[in-house]
């Protein structure tokens, strides 16, 4: 089990919120909306990954990234779509 320490300052206790799939959120690099992400997927790939370099686009963003690198998403369902990257200077921005 994975969780975090919340200190509250009022009571000066510190609460335990276990992490899962329900309750991360991430912000996207380009447009800075907030939505909920599951770890397991974003490191599934068992790639060189860390939790403060990686970044997540949001849906809208990730297909306007695809289509900028050529990808056809004409047949792509939504939730398929997970685009991370850890250099944002790669990625061109509108």
Sequence with gaps: MFYINIYNKKSGTTEKIDITPFN??????????????????????NGDNDLMTTRVFCVDCAKKVLENFGADLTNVPAEKLLVK??????????
């Design 85 to 94: 990257t850890k250099d944002m200077s790669q990625i061109n921005r509108d």
């Design 24 to 45: 991360v959120k991430t912000l996207c690099p380009m447009c800075n909306c907030q939505f909920g992400v599951d770890l397991a997927d974003i490191f599934a790939d």
